[in-house]
């Protein structure tokens, strides 16, 4: 049955002219590596933005402080700079006090690197005790100045906190150490043939516990849900030093009140996320990957809600993105794209199962269908693993390769899926008319103005690379871009979190009464506000 699909398809002059589905020669230009999202600073230049004031509540840390950090952590965990009494260079603590796109900067003196929870409860008893600020930091991956500094608060790095504590192969609850690298778990867990329900482009260096504490969410939100579903127990540590131990393997557990919900998202501000229970699914048997051309955004929709409908249950990705992200990938990863021609949007579709001859037959029909009603002019259907990670790489490729085009601004938002996209042509409008984009042309303040994400979702991450961050760029889409997504009843952030950039627009997504009951909840936690201040609320 299914050669007589692929027959069908493969007739098809819109698909001939990749020779066919099985066009594995369009693909032999492509190149990945194992690592597609390394997140290093490139082309970027130091952005102006907002920094609150330096709250005189906090101590200023000093040599005796050091002294009592040297009792809790080795030596080697420990960097500290000769302003507070180390020998560290400062160049040693760059990493820690700017964020991979050097947009946010920071001023510590002295970076920590537990590998205990109690040597994390030790550090904050004493932090709290004295008002030392501290900020928690994964892997660092984070696009909204969450994870660095804004001053010279101590960064407590959990990246030496990275064991798997334990793994149920029956159920599939993998339990670990907050700073284990979220690729090293999936592929501990591929070995046991599960996967993580996560999976994000910076996954090679980002961290589990960062992903619980932003709440991210990633290419496989669509099939898997969010991580307030798949998390099933925390291990937190409270600003005070007590150590909350929620670490349940247990998938019902309905015995009061759901604390670990509260620091799933919180960004490190209401407690630092030592260890990670989590349910992985099983992987699946049967993978199949296509990449789209489609002639508009409308039929962007029209293609998800026919996948829906005939791939409902092996639906696991339905990703896009626009003209100017392809071009921007194509030319900065070394990638060929396996469609013959361009076209205004690209589409990803991924199916996982476990039947391959149903789940090729399903995808097959798709892909007929969506052919036959106009949806889509152009495909190419990955026939291997090694093609599969190749059509990847060209949707995850997409914030390096900007990075590499120029300084971006970024904004990741959550939008009603029939207007998702209608805010990139607004912003390109408005820049036009300010005479700061001319699209297609160079020379201008502004090089690209594009959007990508995940149409399941009602994600859009909207990108506007430019030659330099300026203040004339931020104001014509700031706070612009807030009020618009406000007005379509949609999120000012959709999966990044609100960090020190969005801080001062949370009433757009937010009442105030809500902001209210966050800001108790946090000086209930965090009394003396040490952990992560600054941001959030």
């Not at 590998?115 to 904050?124: A, F, N, R, W």
């Not at 929709?301 to 339905?318: D, H, N, P, V």
């Not at 059509?391 to 390769?401: F, K, L, Q, T």
Request: overall charge neutral; aromatic content about 8%.
């Amino acid at each position: 049955m299914l050669t007589a699909i692929k027959a069908r398809i493969v007739c098809r002059p819109v698909f001939g002219a990749v020779s066919s589905l099985r066009a594995v020669s369009k693909f032999a230009a492509l190149s990945i590596s194992s690592k597609p999202q390394t997140f290093a600073a490139v082309g970027q230049h130091s952005r102006h933005y907002h920094k609150p004031a330096r709250s005189s509540s906090f101590k200023k840390l000093g040599k005796d402080d050091v002294r009592h950090f040297e009792k809790i952590l080795p030596a080697e965990t420990i960097l500290a700079t000769p302003a507070v009494g180390g020998s560290a260079d400062p160049i040693e603590l760059e990493g820690f006090n700017a964020d991979w796109l050097n947009k946010y900067r920071g001023n510590s003196q002295l970076i920590l690197r537990p590998k205990t929870t109690k040597e994390v409860s030790e550090i904050l008893k004493y932090c709290n005790d004295q008002g030392i600020a501290v900020v928690p930091q994964g892997g660092n991956t984070g696009l909204v100045g969450g994870s660095v500094p804004v001053h010279d608060e101590v960064v407590l790095s959990l990246r030496n906190m990275n064991k798997i504590r334990s793994y149920d192969e029956l159920s599939g609850i993998l339990v670990c150490d907050a700073g284990c690298v979220l690729e090293e778990l999936g592929n501990y867990v591929g070995e046991k043939d599960h996967i993580m329900p996560l999976d994000l482009g910076a996954k090679g260096s980002c961290h589990i516990g960062g992903n619980v504490a932003t709440n991210a969410g990633g290419i496989r939100f669509l099939r898997y849900g969010t991580l307030h579903g798949s998390v099933l127990g925390l291990e937190v540590v409270l600003p005070d030093g007590t150590i909350l131990d929620n670490m349940s393997t247990l998938r019902k557990d309905n015995t009061g009140y759901d604390l670990k919900q509260l620091f799933i998202g919180s960004e490190g501000s209401l407690g630092v996320i030592t260890g990670v229970s989590i349910a992985t699914p099983r992987k699946p048997s049967s993978v199949n990957v296509a990449v789209l051309g489609v002639p508009s955004y409308e039929n962007v929709q029209q293609a998800f809600k026919l996948a829906r409908r005939r791939c409902g249950e092996i639906l696991s990705a339905y990703e896009f993105w626009d003209a100017n992200c392809m071009g921007a990938v194509l030319k900065h990863q070394g990638l060929k794209s396996p469609l013959s021609n361009e076209f205004p949007f690209y589409v990803l579709i991924e199916t996982s199962g476990s039947n391959k001859d149903h789940d090729d037959e399903k995808m097959g029909a798709l892909l007929e269908e969506l052919l036959e009603q106009g949806i889509v002019e152009d495909g190419a259907l990955a026939q291997d693993d090694s093609q599969i990670s190749r059509m990847w790489a060209m949707r995850e490729g997409i914030p390096e390769s900007l990075g590499k085009t120029g300084p971006t601004y970024k904004y990741d938002v959550s939008i009603p899926i029939p207007v998702l996209y209608d805010i990139v042509g607004d912003i390109a409008g408005r820049l036009e008319s300010a005479k700061l984009y001319s699209p297609g042309e160079t020379g201008n303040p502004v090089r690209l103005v594009c959007g990508y994400g995940h149409i399941g979702d009602g994600n859009l991450h909207l990108n506007v690379v430019a030659e330099k961050f300026e203040d004339r760029i931020t104001n014509i889409f700031e706070p612009y871009v807030y009020e618009w997504v406000s007005s379509h009843r949609g999120s000012i952030s959709a999966e990044h979190g609100v960090g020190l950039m969005k801080r001062d627009y949370l009433g757009y997504s937010k009442s105030p009464e809500m902001i209210s009951y966050m800001k108790r909840i946090k000086d209930l936690f965090d009394p003396k506000g040490i952990l992560n201040p600054y941001k959030v609320v």
